[in-house]
């Protein structure tokens, strides 16, 4: 759930930056360029955050 959670929060972040930059006049192609590399760290940061952690046995 909190992974979910990550995701949907990256995805409102990522419509705000888009946004932003589309009314600031910025071209389309950086547009996408940014929130692509904002999504792969994004989505870097949520599996990291929320993976299982190894048990020492």
Avoid: Q
């Avoid at 995701?7 to 996408?32: H, K």
């Amino acid at each position: 759930m909190s992974f979910a959670l990550y995701l949907l929060g990256l995805v409102v972040l990522l419509s705000g930056i888009a946004w932003a930059l589309v009314t600031a006049g910025v071209s389309v192609t950086y547009v996408a360029i940014v929130c692509l590399i904002v999504a792969g760290v994004g989505i870097m940061m949520a599996v990291s955050r929320t993976r299982a952690k190894d048990s020492s046995s």
